[in-house]
Protein backbone atom coordinates (compact mmCIF):
# COMPACT_ATOMS: atom_id res chain seq x y z
CA UNK A 1 0.00 0.00 0.00
CA UNK A 2 1.63 3.52 -1.20
CA UNK A 3 1.99 6.23 1.42
CA UNK A 4 -0.71 9.12 1.68
CA UNK A 5 0.38 11.65 -0.33
CA UNK A 6 0.67 8.66 -2.76
CA UNK A 7 -2.73 7.53 -2.29
CA UNK A 8 -3.64 11.76 -2.46
CA UNK A 9 -2.27 11.79 -5.96
CA UNK A 10 -3.37 8.55 -7.29
CA UNK A 11 -7.30 9.45 -6.05
CA UNK A 12 -6.99 12.91 -7.56
CA UNK A 13 -5.36 11.26 -10.84
CA UNK A 14 -8.47 8.97 -11.10
CA UNK A 15 -11.32 11.66 -10.01
CA UNK A 16 -9.34 13.85 -13.49
CA UNK A 17 -9.44 10.60 -15.17
CA UNK A 18 -13.03 9.95 -14.81
CA UNK A 19 -13.61 12.52 -15.96
CA UNK A 20 -12.04 12.59 -19.07
CA UNK A 21 -13.36 9.30 -20.01
CA UNK A 22 -16.81 10.07 -19.49
CA UNK A 23 -16.32 13.35 -22.20
CA UNK A 24 -14.36 12.05 -24.59
CA UNK A 25 -12.18 8.75 -23.75
CA UNK A 26 -8.57 8.71 -23.29
CA UNK A 27 -8.61 8.77 -19.57
CA UNK A 28 -5.92 6.60 -19.06
CA UNK A 29 -3.66 9.01 -20.35
CA UNK A 30 -3.48 10.62 -16.86
CA UNK A 31 -4.29 7.28 -14.56
CA UNK A 32 -2.02 4.58 -16.11
CA UNK A 33 0.85 7.02 -16.27
CA UNK A 34 0.26 7.66 -12.58
CA UNK A 35 0.08 4.52 -11.29
CA UNK A 36 3.38 4.30 -13.05
CA UNK A 37 5.10 6.54 -11.44
CA UNK A 38 3.43 6.33 -7.74
CA UNK A 39 3.64 2.72 -7.77
CA UNK A 40 7.04 1.96 -9.33
CA UNK A 41 7.30 -1.54 -7.19
CA UNK A 42 4.07 -2.97 -8.84
CA UNK A 43 4.58 -5.25 -11.63
CA UNK A 44 3.05 -4.58 -15.54
CA UNK A 45 0.34 -6.57 -15.08
CA UNK A 46 -0.65 -5.07 -11.49
CA UNK A 47 -0.54 -1.49 -13.30
CA UNK A 48 -2.49 -2.81 -15.84
CA UNK A 49 -5.06 -4.57 -13.65
CA UNK A 50 -5.14 -1.74 -11.19
CA UNK A 51 -5.94 0.95 -13.98
CA UNK A 52 -8.67 -1.26 -14.98
CA UNK A 53 -10.03 -1.81 -11.91
CA UNK A 54 -10.11 2.18 -11.58
CA UNK A 55 -11.47 2.44 -15.19
CA UNK A 56 -14.65 0.56 -14.33
CA UNK A 57 -15.55 2.14 -11.38
CA UNK A 58 -16.21 5.37 -13.45
CA UNK A 59 -17.55 3.69 -16.93
CA UNK A 60 -20.21 2.15 -15.30
CA UNK A 61 -21.70 5.53 -13.84
CA UNK A 62 -20.92 7.43 -16.92
CA UNK A 63 -22.83 4.70 -19.18
CA UNK A 64 -25.54 4.84 -16.34
CA UNK A 65 -25.98 8.58 -16.72
CA UNK A 66 -25.38 8.71 -20.20
CA UNK A 67 -28.13 5.75 -20.68
CA UNK A 68 -30.72 7.83 -18.10
CA UNK A 69 -30.39 11.03 -20.08
CA UNK A 70 -30.16 10.27 -23.60
CA UNK A 71 -31.05 6.60 -24.19
CA UNK A 72 -28.10 5.76 -26.97
CA UNK A 73 -29.59 3.09 -29.37
CA UNK A 74 -28.81 -0.07 -27.25
CA UNK A 75 -29.23 -2.29 -30.76
CA UNK A 76 -25.77 -1.22 -31.46
CA UNK A 77 -23.99 -0.34 -28.69
CA UNK A 78 -25.08 -3.83 -26.97
CA UNK A 79 -23.59 -6.19 -29.65
CA UNK A 80 -20.68 -3.90 -29.77
CA UNK A 81 -20.01 -4.59 -26.73
CA UNK A 82 -20.09 -8.09 -26.31
CA UNK A 83 -17.72 -8.44 -29.18
CA UNK A 84 -15.03 -5.76 -27.76
CA UNK A 85 -15.54 -7.50 -24.24
CA UNK A 86 -14.32 -10.75 -26.47
CA UNK A 87 -11.65 -8.89 -27.79
CA UNK A 88 -10.12 -7.40 -24.66
CA UNK A 89 -10.25 -10.61 -23.16
CA UNK A 90 -8.00 -11.90 -26.00
CA UNK A 91 -5.90 -8.45 -25.89
CA UNK A 92 -5.06 -9.37 -21.92
CA UNK A 93 -3.97 -13.01 -23.05
CA UNK A 94 -1.81 -11.55 -25.11
CA UNK A 95 -0.11 -8.67 -23.39
CA UNK A 96 2.69 -10.89 -22.46
CA UNK A 97 3.60 -11.47 -26.34
CA UNK A 98 3.38 -8.85 -28.08
CA UNK A 99 4.38 -5.73 -26.09
CA UNK A 100 3.36 -2.32 -26.56
CA UNK A 101 6.21 -0.69 -28.42
CA UNK A 102 5.43 -2.73 -31.01
CA UNK A 103 1.84 -0.41 -31.37
CA UNK A 104 3.24 2.95 -30.21
CA UNK A 105 4.31 4.24 -33.92
CA UNK A 106 0.85 2.69 -35.37
CA UNK A 107 -1.09 4.36 -32.67
CA UNK A 108 0.64 7.61 -33.44
CA UNK A 109 -0.01 7.55 -37.05
CA UNK A 110 -3.85 6.93 -36.33
CA UNK A 111 -4.44 9.66 -34.40
CA UNK A 112 -2.21 11.84 -36.57
CA UNK A 113 -4.89 11.11 -38.71
CA UNK A 114 -7.93 11.12 -36.38
CA UNK A 115 -7.06 14.82 -35.30
CA UNK A 116 -6.46 15.90 -38.85
CA UNK A 117 -9.49 14.27 -40.50
CA UNK A 118 -11.54 16.12 -37.48
CA UNK A 119 -10.26 19.46 -38.03
CA UNK A 120 -10.54 18.97 -41.19
CA UNK A 121 -14.29 18.39 -41.40
CA UNK A 122 -15.64 20.82 -38.31
CA UNK A 123 -19.32 19.77 -39.11
CA UNK A 124 -18.28 16.41 -38.55
CA UNK A 125 -20.22 14.81 -35.23
CA UNK A 126 -22.60 17.80 -34.98
CA UNK A 127 -25.35 15.92 -35.92
CA UNK A 128 -26.30 12.40 -36.39
CA UNK A 129 -26.50 11.33 -40.09
CA UNK A 130 -25.84 7.12 -40.07
CA UNK A 131 -23.77 5.92 -43.28
CA UNK A 132 -24.81 2.40 -42.78
CA UNK A 133 -27.96 0.69 -41.85
CA UNK A 134 -28.98 -2.89 -41.14
CA UNK A 135 -26.32 -5.81 -41.43
CA UNK A 136 -23.91 -3.77 -42.99
CA UNK A 137 -23.82 -1.46 -39.41
CA UNK A 138 -24.10 -3.90 -37.18
CA UNK A 139 -20.63 -5.57 -38.93
CA UNK A 140 -19.00 -2.45 -38.95
CA UNK A 141 -19.72 -1.77 -35.56
CA UNK A 142 -19.06 -5.23 -34.32
CA UNK A 143 -15.64 -5.35 -36.33
CA UNK A 144 -14.34 -1.99 -35.06
CA UNK A 145 -15.76 -3.04 -31.46
CA UNK A 146 -13.63 -6.18 -31.78
CA UNK A 147 -10.56 -4.27 -32.96
CA UNK A 148 -10.24 -1.53 -30.78
CA UNK A 149 -11.65 -4.20 -27.75
CA UNK A 150 -8.45 -6.41 -28.29
CA UNK A 151 -6.36 -3.25 -28.63
CA UNK A 152 -7.41 -2.06 -25.27
CA UNK A 153 -6.39 -5.55 -23.75
CA UNK A 154 -2.73 -5.62 -24.66
CA UNK A 155 -2.08 -1.84 -24.64
CA UNK A 156 -4.91 0.43 -23.93
CA UNK A 157 -4.18 4.45 -23.86
CA UNK A 158 -6.79 5.96 -26.49
CA UNK A 159 -9.18 2.86 -26.20
CA UNK A 160 -12.35 5.43 -25.47
CA UNK A 161 -11.09 8.25 -27.83
CA UNK A 162 -11.03 5.51 -30.70
CA UNK A 163 -14.24 4.24 -30.11
CA UNK A 164 -15.83 8.11 -30.35
CA UNK A 165 -14.04 8.75 -33.91
CA UNK A 166 -15.45 5.01 -34.81
CA UNK A 167 -18.75 6.10 -34.35
CA UNK A 168 -18.64 9.49 -35.74
CA UNK A 169 -16.58 9.15 -38.76
CA UNK A 170 -17.01 5.65 -39.96
CA UNK A 171 -21.00 5.19 -38.04
CA UNK A 172 -22.03 8.92 -38.74
CA UNK A 173 -23.19 9.53 -34.94
CA UNK A 174 -22.80 12.50 -33.25
CA UNK A 175 -20.00 13.61 -30.92
CA UNK A 176 -22.27 13.05 -27.92
CA UNK A 177 -24.52 10.41 -29.13
CA UNK A 178 -20.64 8.73 -30.08
CA UNK A 179 -20.02 9.27 -26.49
CA UNK A 180 -23.08 7.52 -25.06
CA UNK A 181 -22.42 4.35 -26.90
CA UNK A 182 -18.35 4.55 -26.16
CA UNK A 183 -18.94 4.42 -22.26
CA UNK A 184 -21.25 0.97 -22.69
CA UNK A 185 -18.00 -0.20 -25.37
CA UNK A 186 -15.23 0.53 -22.68
CA UNK A 187 -17.01 -0.78 -20.22
CA UNK A 188 -16.85 -4.05 -21.68
CA UNK A 189 -13.57 -3.57 -23.10
CA UNK A 190 -12.51 -3.42 -18.59
CA UNK A 191 -14.79 -5.93 -17.49
CA UNK A 192 -13.00 -8.45 -20.37
CA UNK A 193 -9.44 -7.86 -19.45
CA UNK A 194 -10.56 -7.51 -16.15
CA UNK A 195 -11.82 -11.32 -16.29
CA UNK A 196 -8.18 -12.16 -17.54
CA UNK A 197 -6.65 -10.01 -14.50
CA UNK A 198 -8.59 -11.08 -11.54
CA UNK A 199 -7.67 -14.65 -11.52
CA UNK A 200 -3.89 -13.86 -12.14
CA UNK A 201 -4.28 -11.86 -8.68
CA UNK A 202 -3.60 -9.00 -10.40
CA UNK A 203 -5.23 -5.65 -9.48
CA UNK A 204 -4.08 -4.33 -6.55
CA UNK A 205 -7.64 -4.29 -4.72
CA UNK A 206 -7.48 -1.95 -1.76
CA UNK A 207 -5.66 1.29 -3.95
CA UNK A 208 -7.64 0.09 -7.12
CA UNK A 209 -11.13 0.35 -5.38
CA UNK A 210 -10.15 3.74 -4.03
CA UNK A 211 -8.97 5.32 -6.69
CA UNK A 212 -12.49 3.77 -8.44
CA UNK A 213 -14.67 5.57 -6.12
CA UNK A 214 -12.61 9.04 -7.37
CA UNK A 215 -13.37 7.71 -10.94
CA UNK A 216 -16.91 7.48 -9.97
CA UNK A 217 -17.30 10.89 -9.23
CA UNK A 218 -14.80 12.09 -11.88
CA UNK A 219 -17.13 10.07 -14.67
CA UNK A 220 -20.40 11.43 -13.17
CA UNK A 221 -19.38 15.05 -13.48
CA UNK A 222 -17.85 14.38 -16.94
CA UNK A 223 -21.20 12.65 -17.99
CA UNK A 224 -23.23 15.75 -17.22
CA UNK A 225 -20.73 18.35 -17.95
CA UNK A 226 -20.95 16.70 -21.72
CA UNK A 227 -24.87 15.90 -21.71
CA UNK A 228 -25.39 19.48 -20.54
CA UNK A 229 -22.60 21.66 -23.50
CA UNK A 230 -23.27 18.93 -26.05
CA UNK A 231 -21.35 17.89 -29.12
CA UNK A 232 -19.82 20.27 -29.17
CA UNK A 233 -17.81 20.63 -25.85
CA UNK A 234 -17.36 16.87 -26.70
CA UNK A 235 -15.52 17.17 -29.90
CA UNK A 236 -13.11 19.96 -28.53
CA UNK A 237 -12.25 17.93 -25.23
CA UNK A 238 -11.80 15.28 -28.22
CA UNK A 239 -9.29 16.79 -29.76
CA UNK A 240 -7.50 18.13 -26.80
CA UNK A 241 -7.03 14.33 -25.95
CA UNK A 242 -5.93 13.26 -29.11
CA UNK A 243 -3.83 16.02 -29.10
CA UNK A 244 -1.90 14.99 -25.61
CA UNK A 245 -2.13 11.33 -26.65
CA UNK A 246 0.08 12.40 -29.85
CA UNK A 247 2.67 14.24 -27.87
CA UNK A 248 2.84 10.99 -24.96
CA UNK A 249 3.31 8.68 -27.75
CA UNK A 250 5.57 10.41 -29.65
CA UNK A 251 7.73 11.21 -26.66
CA UNK A 252 7.20 7.45 -25.85
CA UNK A 253 8.61 6.54 -30.12
CA UNK A 254 11.41 9.25 -29.79
CA UNK A 255 12.52 7.63 -26.77
CA UNK A 256 12.78 4.21 -26.74
CA UNK A 257 13.86 4.52 -30.91
Known sequence: MPDLSHLVLLCLAAGFAGWVDAVSGGGGLVQLPALLVLLPGAAPAQILATNKLSGICGTSVAAATYYRRLRPDLRTALPMAAVALVGAALGALSASALPGDVFRPLVLVLLVVVAAYVLRNPAIGEDESLRFT????????????????????????????????????????????????????????????????VPQGAPLWRVGLLMGACNVLGGWLGAHAAIRRGSRFVRVVFLLVVAALVARLGYDVVRTG
Open 134 to 197: GRRHHLAAGLGGLGIGFYDGIFGPGTGSFLVVLLVALLGYSFLQASAKARIVNLATNLGALLVF
